[in-house]
């Protein structure tokens, strides 16, 4: 089974800056997505990033400019670039990835930006 393994999330003052890793293992048939999602205190999980195969991303409003979504040719490796981060950025992130047959998702990461 493929596993994503989420890590450098942690606690930061507002207007700071943090990168999340995700690193996969396991086999997966080729990977035509991968994204980034979070879930805020008191809401439902939503979608802050996604990348496909052609490079091109898309971005939550709240995150655009901010955020930064990028991931290595076989997929093995996704970041994710946060910038100015808000206080209403804290809650768990979670990388997910997905083929054309199947879904993948991270155990989630803790972020937490103080103000």
């Known amino acids: 089974q493929r596993q994503l393994v989420e890590s450098g999330g942690g606690s930061v003052q507002a207007g700071g800056s943090l990168r999340l890793s995700c690193v996969a293992s396991?086999?997966?048939?080729?990977?035509?997505?991968v994204a980034w999602y979070r879930q805020v205190f008191g809401a439902q999980r939503e979608r802050v990033a996604v990348i496909d195969e052609g490079g091109n991303t898309d971005y939550a409003a709240s995150v655009k400019g901010r955020f930064a979504i990028s991931t290595d040719n076989a997929k093995n490796s996704v970041w994710l670039q946060m910038n100015g981060l808000l206080s209403e950025d804290t809650g768990v992130y979670t990388c997910y990835q997905r083929s054309s047959t199947l879904q993948y998702w991270g155990q989630g990461i803790m972020v937490t930006v103080s103000s």
């Open positions: 396991g086999f997966a048939d080729k990977i035509n997505s």
